[in-house]
């Protein structure tokens, strides 16, 4: 297991006799990655990215190498405890074994290895060494994928907050407005036409926090597991039109003409509600980066799937951001078109649990095509 990983070498460092090559021969061929070295300076450089263990002689710690290595190992960080290994001998040294694991104890795992020793304990010492380092390098893993998720959860906060505020701000601004106007007898809030569009714009706003809630919602039902389908036999070109039918309002505010290219009776088994949500994200995507231009939907019959494409001339999307924004949180672009970055991925996990694919194609300023894939009934 240590082999192939440049984060598992052992150090060594004998400055006399042969102890350097042949503890290197001995962990080479137990399939430990180690290699001596002739310098405490070589040494250093090498602490940083590729060391699992310090093989180093008792003799090797003269005054000036042990401040050395202690102003080294000083600087690892918090998760880093170098374990390492001091091979002493029972002749006088300028540091006894004693003074050696006191100065070092604070900045490193240290153990004592006596020579002569047999090959059967100095392999034992290593491997314990390497498996306390590889522990160490699991909690620098965990602790950067602490931070990520952190800082994820602190950005999705701050978007939704923001995303959940713009259609609150409209609607309490709508609110106060008729007040004013009943608190001063103005009848002219009751006109049908006024009374009509603020129902038509409370009705957005708040279609608008309901799917944002729902997005939020669906997110935690994925991440724990808890998102299940209602299988059952679907005509998916019906489908695609009723998806339509309900954002058509949307579509005709945004100005974009739909052209529809699709097949009759195509029947696939799925979940009909989650399957609406996929046509739903990818419409309102298309309204959204589309730039008012026209949008054309198509379905055909392919290898015994269904295969929907939903074609925008917007935007578009560079080629390096195709598979990232299909991630959580993420978005192609940004500016001032709003949304939580959860769309697509939803939508990619929706097709997963149906084993079905989702792709993206896009030029940058001419548009993008969405295709995903389902198989048929």
Known sequence: MYRNNPDFEVLILAPTGRDAEAAAEVLTGAGILARPYVSLSEVCERLG?????????????????????????IKQQAWSSLP??????????IFSAEKIIEMFSRTGSISILERPFRIVTLLATVRLAM?????????????????????????????????LKTPMTSLKLQVQTRK????????????????????????????????????MLDISR????????????????????????????????????????????????CDRYRMEQVITNLFSNAIKYGACKPVTVS???????????VTDSGMGIAEENYDRIFDRFERATGGSISGLGLGLYITKQILDMHKGTISVKSTLGKGSTFTFKIPLS
Do not use: W
């Not at 060391?51 to 080294?72: F, P, Q, R, Y």
């Not at 390492?84 to 040294?93: G, Q, V, W």
């Not at 007898?185 to 926090?209: A, C, H, M, W, Y």
């Open 180 to 215: 004013k106007l009943l608190e001063r007898g103005d009848k002219s809030v009751f006109d049908p036409d006024k009374v009509t569009s603020l129902i038509e714009i409370t009705d957005r706003q708040v279609n608008r926090i309901s799917r944002l809630v729902d997005d």
């Open 131 to 163: 498996k306390t380092r590889q522990r160490q390098y699991q909690v620098r893993d965990l602790m950067k994928q602490q931070e990520l998720a952190v800082n994820q959860r602190d950005e999705f906060l701050s978007i939704a907050s923001h995303e």
């Open 222 to 269: 994925i991440v724990n597991g808890k998102l299940s389908l209602n299988l059952e036999e679907v005509e998916l070109r019906q489908l695609v039109m009723e998806v339509y039918k309900n954002l058509a309002h949307e579509f005709e505010t945004a100005d974009c003409d739909v052209t529809f290219r699709m097949e009759e009776e195509i029947l696939v088994r």
């Open 299 to 309: 379905m055909v019959r392919e290898n015994n799937h269904a295969v929907v494409s």
């Open 84 to 93: 390492i290994i001091l091979m002493t001998s029972h002749a006088e040294r």
């Open 49 to 73: 990215t590729y060391s699992g263990a310090l093989l180093i002689a008792e003799e090797a710690m003269t005054v000036e190498n042990a401040d050395t290595l202690e102003k080294v190992l």
